[in-house]
T-cell receptor
Framework: SQKIEQNSEALNIQEGKTATLTCNYTNYSPAYLQWYRQDPGRGPVFLLLIRENEKEKRKERLKVTFDTTLKQSLFHITASQPADSATYLCALDQTGANNLFFGTGTRLTVIP | DAEITQSPRHKITETGRQVTLACHQTWNHNNMFWYRQDLGHGLRLIHYSYGVQDTNKGEVSDGYSVSRSNTEDLPLTLESAASSQTSVYFC????????????FGPGTRLTVL
C-alpha cells in the first residue's frame, strides 16, 4: 500500500539548533516533492519544492534533500527560532499534475 | 492582493442535510483543489479541477461533488451529510505548470451531528 510517513508527530528542539524533519514514502514515484508549513487554525503555506532529479534545494535557513533511492526527503531548519514552531507537511506530486499526496505532518516546537 | 477565501469558516449541520462550502480565488489560477484534514490522516484530496467545466475525483470523493462554472469558484457540495464527514475542509489553487505550489484558503470547520 502507499504510505507517506513523517518521522514523528512532534519534535522539540532548542533555539539556535538545526531541526531535521524526515519524510519517507512507500509505493510512490514522485516527480516533485513539496514542503508546507501549517500554523494552528490556518491553511498550509508553501515553503520549498524539489524535483526528482535534484539532490538538494536551499532557501534562506531552509534546506531540503531528496533521495529517490532511499525514498526519503529531509527538511532542515538551521538556527531555529521560536517563530519556526509549526507543523510541517511533506507532499508528493507523482506526475507534475499538481495532485498532492500529503504526509500527516511533524509538529515542531522550538524552545527558547 | 490576490487571495483565496472560504465560507463559511464554521458550520454545524445535521445528518442527511445538503451542505455547500464555498471557495473563491482571485489568483486567476486554472487549478483548484478541495482537501479534508483529519487527525491521523493528514490532508486528503477530495476533488480537483484544471479549468472551467473540468472536474475530477480525488482520493476520498464519495459523498462529495463539485462544479466549476467560472475560473474563480469551486464550491464543494455534500449531498447528504454524514457524521464521517465532520472535518476541516481546505480549498487550494495553483497555476497550471508542473510542480506548481498550491495556495490554501483558511479552511472551513464542518461538524455533522
Amino acid at each position: 500500500s502507499q504510505k507517506i510517513e513523517q518521522n514523528s508527530e512532534a519534535l522539540n528542539i532548542q533555539e539556535g539548533k538545526t531541526a531535521t524533519l524526515t519524510c519517507n514514502y512507500t509505493n510512490y514515484s514522485p516527480a516533485y516533492l513539496q514542503w508546507y508549513r501549517q500554523d494552528p487554525g490556518r491553511g498550509p503555506v508553501f515553503l520549498l519544492l524539489i524535483r526528482e532529479n535534484e539532490k538538494e534545494k536551499r532557501k534562506e535557513r531552509l534546506k531540503v534533500t531528496f533521495d529517490t533511492t532511499l525514498k526519503q526527503s529531509l527538511f532542515h531548519i538551521t538556527a531555529s527560532q521560536p517563530a519556526d514552531s509549526a507543523t510541517y507537511l511533506c507532499a508528493l506530486d507523482q506526475t507534475g499534475a499538481n495532485n498532492l499526496f500529503f504526509g500527516t505532518g511533524t509538529r515542531l516546537t522550538v524552545i527558547p | 492582493d490576490a487571495e483565496i477565501t472560504q465560507s463559511p469558516r464554521h458550520k454545524i449541520t445535521e445528518t442527511g442535510r445538503q451542505v455547500t462550502l464555498a471557495c473563491h480565488q482571485t489568483w486567476n489560477h486554472n487549478n483548484m483543489f478541495w482537501y479534508r484534514q483529519d487527525l491521523g490522516h493528514g490532508l486528503r484530496l477530495i476533488h480537483y479541477s484544471y479549468g472551467v467545466q473540468d472536474t475530477n475525483k480525488g482520493e476520498v470523493s464519495d459523498g462529495y461533488s463539485v462544479s466549476r462554472s467560472n475560473t474563480e469558484d469551486l464550491p464543494l457540495t455534500l449531498e447528504s451529510a454524514a457524521s464521517s464527514q465532520t472535518s476541516v475542509y481546505f480549498c487550494a489553487s495553483s497555476e497550471s505548470g508542473p510542480g506548481s505550489e498550491q495556495f490554501f484558503g483558511p479552511g472551513t470547520r464542518l461538524t455533522v451531528l
